[in-house]
């Protein structure tokens, strides 16, 4: 059972940055493909950006490229997810996600993930 944990949520205005973080402790993280998925008040989990076991592939929802960024370092076991230019439609609690199998368009749908951290809440306020 691989445990994620996210930090970093929190209140920021319109155009302010946040940093996520999620970390674990599995030993074979660098072998998991991470995703961070948000889900919004009534609203179904929806994808936000993805990075491939290696580092090498990255993958963005269109309403947050060019703003986020996701990056991981598989010597600490982390993946974090930088966000700018933050906007009120980005208020949810946004989720990590692991993968050991899936790869390319398949990262983009939660159900290929089976690992999932318990959410931080990111409120952007107008």
């Known amino acids: 059972q691989v445990q994620l944990v996210e930090s970093g949520g929190g209140l920021v205005q319109a155009g302010g940055s946040l940093r996520l973080s999620c970390a674990t402790s599995?030993?074979?993280?660098?072998?998991?493909?991470m995703g961070w998925f948000r889900q919004a008040p009534g609203k179904e989990r929806e994808f936000v950006a993805a990075?491939?076991?290696?580092?090498?592939?990255?993958y963005y929802a269109d309403s947050v490229k060019g703003r986020f960024t996701i990056s991981r370092d598989n010597a600490k076991n982390t993946v974090d997810l930088q966000m700018n230019t933050l906007k009120p439609e980005d208020t949810a609690v946004y989720f990590c996600?692991?993968?050991?199998?899936?790869?390319?368009?398949?990262?983009?749908?939660?159900?290929?993930?089976?690992?999932w951290g318990q959410g931080t809440q990111v409120t952007v306020s107008s």
């Open positions: 599995e030993r074979t993280f660098s072998r998991y493909s």
């Open positions: 990075i491939a076991w290696s580092g090498g592939s990255t």
């Open positions: 996600a692991a993968n050991p199998t899936a790869w390319g368009s398949d990262l983009l749908r939660p159900v290929n993930y089976n690992y």
